[in-house]
C-alpha cells in the first residue's frame, strides 16, 4: 500500500508560479507511473502530467506544455509539479495519483487557485 500527500497548493496571481508536492510513503519503490491530475468545479478529472520510474515525462494537458515541470527525484518518496506562468483556467484541485503492478492510489488534493 501507498499513501499520497499532496502539499503547495495556494492563491496566486496571473503569470506567477506554484511547486506542488507529493509526499508518498509505503511500499514506493513498488510505483511504476506519478501523475498529477486536476479538477476544476464542474468539469471532469483530467490527467495533467505522467512521469515513469525511469524518469520518462510527459504533459498531457495541452495548455500546460512550456510552462509545467514534473519531476520525480532519486529518493522516490518526492514528486512534484513546477507550473509557471499560471492562468485562471488553472484554477482547480490538484490530485496526486500513482500505479503499482496491481493498484492506483490517490491524495486528497491541494486547491490551486490563479486570481487575474
Known amino acids: 500500500q501507498v499513501q499520497l500527500v499532496e502539499s503547495g497548493g495556494g492563491l496566486v496571481q496571473a503569470g506567477g508560479s506554484l511547486r506542488l508536492s507529493c509526499t508518498a510513503s509505503?511500499?514506493?519503490?513498488?510505483?511504476?507511473?506519478m501523475y498529477w491530475y486536476r479538477q476544476a468545479p464542474g468539469k471532469q478529472r483530467e490527467m495533467v502530467a505522467q512521469?515513469?520510474?525511469?524518469?520518462?515525462?510527459?504533459i498531457h494537458e495541452r495548455s500546460m506544455e512550456g510552462r509545467t515541470t514534473i519531476s520525480w527525484p532519486g529518493a522516490r518518496n518526492m514528486m512534484y509539479l513546477q507550473m509557471n506562468s499560471l492562468k485562471p483556467e488553472d484554477t482547480a484541485v490538484y490530485y496526486c495519483?500513482?500505479?503499482?503492478?496491481?493498484?492506483?492510489?490517490w491524495g486528497q488534493g491541494t486547491q490551486v487557485t490563479v486570481s487575474s
Open positions: 512521469i515513469t520510474s525511469g524518469g520518462s515525462t510527459i
Open positions: 509505503g511500499n514506493i519503490f513498488s510505483l511504476n507511473n
Open positions: 495519483n500513482a500505479d503499482d503492478p496491481i493498484n492506483r492510489y
